[in-house]
């Protein structure tokens, strides 16, 4: 009678084959051949069944059709991208329209609302202000050595919610995502960054699960020459990266932007992001109208450092349109908490002063019973032909307010941008429905079509994935070192033209997202070109810059053999 023997003890999983499986890069998951797992040492580690791309995204879409809600979709791809990033971005890229509202605005801003909560597994770098004199240590444990963009936040002002402390690393993340999956720049080459400086937010403070540092935000000279030290070890550690500033608050917004914008290759999102895609917007809407720029008298409601960067560029461009400096300043009517923006208030930004109509000419007008000229009141004494919202007052844009610029501008824009949508100014259909269909309609959130008497109207989403994708891919393709205004408008200018509205009114201000990587090479392409004429990027022909442009934008396809990058 044989006797049992003790199995044969095998020699261990190589640490290559285990790290492999672990790399969201480099995973393959069932995809790997069969030639693979042998070479690799995979055989046993995977199920037998070799599927290609494809059958994996099918599977992935069920699984993620089986979630329940918004939140449990996000968790459910941050966890796929945490597995296997090829993967993720193909699936994202195949139900693009459907997706992107799940990985960014408006859900992530749920996500960061609970971010503490749904923490799974580290992505990107916490630089935290007890550790202020370690950043360029910090900095080096990077995930991967070479870096082509940072997104970095201080979660101070995330979206409209508001401090989210270190749960604000949600939105480079979300943005990072959208950077690969449109602009094409390589994930493992991106860096998402939350610069932990505290919260004043007492629910994340008192919560016992906040993750991040349970202090109260650091101000002051302290916070800036936090914010220097980091900007220093970038310097010192990636010199040649695209830094994107994100969601930081008013207050410092702007001063670093202008600070730091000839240090390095920098831009902020909000400011200079926001304001190129609704100028691009705007010019397809005006193209609409069949009027020109310099004809548009144009009112904002919220002045903060997002919308004063829309007026900049929109400035700039009334001026290319022919206009003065000083006319170019009159067609603007700024509304903030406090009302119209005059040369007789105090309380004024330099930023806002610019767009600060003279105290003499608004003297007589109507005032709220708080002494002040609010929206409402600058609508009737005003003929304005374009509204913008960023004021992240839900439900601003009153029905009142919107039938009196009906009244009297036969199509009027109407552009409510504050995310997420409960913040909107206005919903979509009571636009349209308010302006008997006329409204030309684009939205910081996604809104579905509009149904009015027999017609289907798309909403466009006025949002920066249009823009800030295609400056990474443009900055990088061209080797700019420098982010410039020229280059932003340049940006500006070529989604405009990219407006289904030009050829057909009826349709959309903006590209479909489903077309947003073809659009994503013309505007790289366009701001390469203006790189190179600022003289902030070398000398190559068109041709070349858009072969370079089409080289650099990343796929998501599996490399063909596993022991590939």
């Avoid at 993620?64 to 809600?69: A, F, I």
């Amino acid at each position: 009678m044989a006797t049992l023997q003790r199995p044969r003890q095998s020699a261990p999983v190589l640490p290559r084959s285990a790290d492999l499986l672990n790399s969201p890069v480099r995973n393959k998951g069932t995809a790997f051949t069969l030639d693979e797992r042998g070479k690799l040492g995979l055989h046993g580690l995977l199920p037998p069944q070799v599927e290609s791309l494809d059958e994996q995204v099918t599977r992935a879409y069920k699984a993620y059709k089986r979630k329940d809600d918004d939140l449990e979709r996000h968790i459910y791809l941050r966890a796929l991208q945490d597995t296997n990033e090829v993967l993720f971005y193909r699936l994202l890229l195949d139900h693009i329209e459907e997706m992107t509202p799940i990985i960014y605005t408006p859900t992530v801003a749920q996500a960061c609302q609970e971010f503490s909560h749904i923490y799974r597994r580290p992505r990107g770098l916490f630089i935290p202000y007890p550790l202020r004199d370690s950043i360029p240590a910090l900095l080096r444990n990077r995930p991967n050595p070479d870096v082509d963009v940072i997104v970095v936040t201080d979660g101070e002002r995330i979206l409209g919610i508001g401090d989210q402390g270190a749960g604000g690393l949600g939105i480079p993340i979300g943005k990072l995502s959208l950077y690969s999956l449109i602009g094409g720049i390589r994930p493992e080459r991106t860096l998402p960054i939350v610069l932990d400086v505290g919260t004043n937010n007492s629910e994340r403070l008192n919560d016992p699960e906040y993750l991040g540092w349970r202090h109260e935000r650091v101000s002051g000279q302290a916070y800036f020459d936090f914010v220097d030290q980091f900007v220093q070890a970038v310097k010192q550690e990636l010199p040649e990266v695209c830094l994107q500033w994100e969601d930081f608050a008013t207050p410092h917004a702007r001063p670093i932007l202008e600070h730091y914008r000839d240090e390095l290759l920098t831009f902020n999102d909000d400011i200079q992001g926001t304001a190129a895609v609704a100028l691009g917007a705007i010019l397809g809407a005006v193209g609409v109208t069949g009027k020109r720029l310099r004809d548009q008298q144009i009112v904002f409601l919220g002045a903060g450092s997002a919308a004063v960067g829309v007026a900049d560029y929109l400035r700039a461009a009334l001026v290319q349109d022919g206009l003065s400096e000083v006319e170019a300043r009159s067609r603007f009517w700024m509304v903030d908490k406090d009302g119209l923006l005059h040369t007789g208030r105090t309380d004024l930004t330099p930023a806002q002063r610019v767009y600060a109509q003279p105290d003499e000419h608004v003297a007589n007008w109507p005032r709220t019973s708080h002494d002040t000229i609010g929206l409402a009141e600058v609508i009737g004494q005003v003929e304005a032909t374009v509204l913008i919202g960023l004021s992240t007052v839900g439900g601003a844009f009153s029905e009142a307010i919107v039938r009196e610029m009906a009244r009297k501008v036969e199509r009027p824009v109407i552009f409510p941008l504050s995310n997420p949508t409960t913040r909107s100014e206005a919903s979509a259909e009571d636009l349209i429905r308010w302006t008997a269909g006329k409204a030309l309609v684009a939205t910081g959130s996604p809104y579905p079509p509009v149904r009015y008497e027999g017609r289907v109207i798309p909403i466009a989403q006025c949002n920066n994935v249009f823009i800030f994708p295609a400056v990474g891919l443009g900055v990088v393709a061209s080797g700019a070192s420098r982010v410039t205004d020229g280059m932003m408008l340049a940006a500006a200018r070529a989604l405009g033209e990219c407006s289904p509205a030009r050829a057909n009114p009826s349709d959309s201000l903006l590209p479909s997202l489903r077309d947003v990587r073809s659009v994503a090479r013309a505007i790289a392409t366009t701001v390469g070109l203006e790189a190179q004429r600022a003289g902030v990027a070398p000398k190559t022909s068109p041709e070349e810059l858009r072969d370079r442009v089409a080289a650099t934008q990343w796929t998501p396809e599996y490399p063909r053999s596993g022991l590939d990058g």
